[in-house]
């Protein structure tokens, strides 16, 4: 077993490498490690329906296609199944799911917890308050706002609280959902009819935790019912805990009487860390999650991978994981010549990141907007106007095609839009180009301009 648990270690790290950090996080990063192989199939749990059937639809080739080549024996590849699929091929495999435990089995990671959070001087205070939240909920800070860039342990320290209270009192109704999950079960009990059912459940909890609030941008009705939700529940002393990407008076397209709210309780910062306690995340890690047989791992390794990996503490722990399967896998001693080589592809998708910064991918800007006659601020902003959707998907499609970086990094340059909406503009683009003159013309004149 342990030898596909080092494969699919290493098709994930390959996975992480050619997918966004949000597609990633989204569908690969929930999934379950090695749960069974028989028939020459290796199985592996995934947490709902939806992220099964995305990884089957989308991914699945892609998958096998990777394995197959890092294995090069008789394999004919992953299955990805539910939990409850697997109970009905093997009964004695998985304990029973009580519905009075439902809250805790949702989603909530029971492996999140305050003793696996690595504390440092950039998360010392939020870490501290957190731990006072969930020993008092509903009465130090209410509600208890956290925020801070993306894979810095917001998320952990929002499920640590929601473990806490769960391991202390087994009878608490604790419920964590992303902000984007709150906004579709709305808009689904919207359109059905069931209003009544949707307030029930979450007027029921006992502590509400929403990852990521700034996905409620721009949605009024849903911001207003989930205004109504949190007067309801702080005025019965229940706790809300909030994750957001920036502080509470800077999220754009948010009801003012909503912001304000999220700062009436305890509002935290989780900073970037520094070296050292970036080194100590990575030693942690290690301790806790590889193999015995894979040994001690050096400082200088630790440092090494600490000083590439600086922003992101999910990036950070995926290039040690890398680091050990890579060299597991190739029978080779983990020093930093062979990290520097399991890590090489990350670090030049890096290096192309920090080489557009450098180059001025604003240059691509600045020409896109020069050529149709439209201001800067127009071309990356919101406006859906014809006049500015055509040269804004012509400075995306541009932008990657010169330094190939991933769409979610494209779509932080044209006001935060999502990978999706990047990555259709490309696809636009490049399917214009194969019959469009015009489309042609305006592209190989900014590509000149570009280059002289």
């Known amino acids: 077993m342990q030898e596909f648990e080092f494969l699919w270690q290493e098709v994930l790290g390959q996975l992480h490498d050619t997918f966004d950090n949000e597609i990633y996080d989204e569908l690969f990063e929930p999934l379950s490690g090695v749960v ?5 199939y290796i199985y592996v749990v995934t947490p709902s329906p939806y992220i099964q059937g995305r990884i089957n639809r989308l991914y699945l080739t892609k998958i096998n ?80 706002y956290i925020f801070g860039d993306v894979g810095l342990g917001k998320t952990h320290l929002m ?33 059905s009819n069931k209003m009544d059912e949707f307030n029930e459940a979450y007027r029921s909890v006992d502590v509400l935790l929403i990852d990521d609030i700034q996905q409620l941008s721009d949605k009024k009705n849903t911001q207003m019912e989930f205004f109504k939700l949190f007067d ?13 990407d920036k502080p509470a008076n800077e999220l754009r ?55 590439y990996f600086t922003t992101n503490i999910r990036e950070l722990e995926g290039a040690l994981k890398r680091v050990l399967y890579y060299c597991m896998i190739n029978n080779i001693p983990i020093d930093v010549k062979n990290a520097e080589e399991a890590l090489d592809p990350l670090i030049q998708t890096r290096k192309r990141t920090e080489a557009a910064s450098e180059n001025n991918y604003d240059k691509i800007l600045s020409i896109t907007a020069e050529y149709y006659s439209i201001a800067v601020h127009d071309l990356v902003g919101r406006s859906r106007k014809a006049i500015y959707t055509l040269p804004r998907h ?23 839009r999502d990978h999706s909406t990047v990555l259709n503009a490309v696809d636009k683009i490049e399917s214009q180009k194969r019959h469009d003159r015009e489309l042609n013309m305006a592209i190989e004149h900014i590509i000149r301009k570009l280059n002289k």
């Open 36 to 40: 069974k192989v028989a028939d020459n």
């Open 65 to 144: 296609s990777i394995a197959q080549a890092i294995y090069k024996k008789n394999l004919i590849g992953f299955k990805f199944v539910l939990e409850e699929e697997l109970k009905k091929d093997n009964p004695m495999s998985y304990s029973e799911t009580s519905l009075e435990n439902k809250y805790r089995t949702g989603d909530i990671n029971a492996t999140l917890s305050f003793n696996n959070f690595v504390v440092g001087k950039s998360n010392r205070f939020a870490f501290q308050m957190a731990l006072k939240v969930a020993d008092q909920p509903g009465v130090v800070a209410n509600p208890f």
């Open 159 to 191: 499920q640590a609280i929601g473990n806490y209270i769960l391991d202390n009192n087994i009878e608490s109704r604790v419920l964590y959902e992303k902000a984007s999950d709150f906004l579709e079960n709305y808009v689904t009990m919207v359109n």
């Open 232 to 244: 309801y529940l702080t005025s019965q002393n229940k706790q809300i805990v909030i994750t957001s």
């Open 253 to 307: 397209n948010m009801m003012s009487r909503l912001t304000s709210r999220f700062q009436q309780g305890l509002v935290v910062d989780i900073a970037v860390p520094d070296l050292e306690h970036r080194v100590e995340i990575l030693r942690k890690k290690h301790a806790l999650e590889a193999p015995d047989s894979m040994g001690e791992i050096s400082v200088e390794v630790l440092e090494f991978i600490a000083s």
């Open 394 to 416: 012509i400075a995306m499609f541009l932008i990657k095609t010169k330094y190939d970086l991933p769409y979610k990094t494209i779509g932080s340059f044209f006001n935060n």
